[in-house]
């Protein structure tokens, strides 16, 4: 399994408070992506980064931002945290965009977040 | 990226092959094959991937069909911990993290003992 954590692993919190969920990964893979999964929206694109500082958005990045101050660590917050945000959140890695394996993206673990 | 589309459930019994197929109809030549899965709650996990050639790894062997327009995901020998949402999924090569995944509906294996 590649080597991906994600933390907190579960959080709940109240409407309109700051949150950070964080991503490790200890491949030294290029690209990070953040992603949500809902019922009846299968899992979608929130921000991705192809290097340290580099970002750009994805499909429902609206609410959002990330960071990459460093090649592992990929965080993302949620400024002022709002109901709609109540969902589970995916870090994935991948190599590069060389195509095939290359392209391949590995998850993590997931994050539940519950928001009041 | 081409559409996918797989059946939504499928039952195989406990240490028989599961064959789970997937049509691809408008995949273009620069686009992949690739199959993840997800076990409730759990992130998804990448099985295995291919382009025109029928591909073999530790976990599945991948049968693409010669006009590439299908492709057929087989478990040789199913266990219990199987069980889960297949995703079939065609992807173009080298446009890195543009466009992110997506996983359709998928096809819900359910491994019987």
């Known amino acids: 399994d590649a080597g991906i954590t994600q933390s907190p692993r579960h959080k709940v919190t109240e409407t309109g408070t700051p949150v950070t969920l964080r991503c490790h990964q200890t491949e030294n893979h290029r690209y990070m992506y953040w992603y949500r999964q809902d019922p009846g929206h299968g899992l979608r694109l929130i921000h991705y980064s192809y290097g340290v500082k580099d970002t750009d958005k994805g499909e429902v990045s609206d609410g959002y931002s990330v960071s990459r101050s460093k090649t592992e660590d990929f965080l993302l917050t949620l400024e002022s945290a709002t109901s709609s945000q109540t969902s589970v959140y995916f870090c994935?890695?991948?190599?590069?965009?060389?195509?095939?394996?290359?392209?391949?993206?590995?998850f993590g673990p997931g994050t539940r977040l519950l928001v009041l | 990226d081409a559409k996918t589309t797989q059946p939504p459930s499928m039952d195989c019994a406990e240490g028989r092959a599961a064959n789970l197929p997937c049509n691809h109809s408008t995949i273009s030549g620069n686009e992949y094959v690739y199959w993840y899965r997800q076990i409730h709650s759990q992130g998804p996990q990448y099985i295995i991937h291919g382009l025109k050639n029928n591909e073999t790894n530790e976990m599945a062997s991948l049968i693409i069909t010669e006009d590439r327009k299908s492709s057929t995901l087989i478990l040789p020998h199913a266990t219990l911990r199987d069980t889960a949402v297949y995703y079939c999924?065609?992807?173009?090569?080298?446009?890195?993290?543009?466009?992110?995944?997506?996983f359709g509906k998928g096809t819900h294996l359910i491994i019987q003992p």
């Open positions: 994935a890695i991948s190599e590069s965009a060389g195509g095939g394996a290359k392209e391949t993206q590995y």
């Open positions: 999924i065609v992807r173009v090569a080298g446009i890195g993290g543009a466009d992110g995944l997506t």
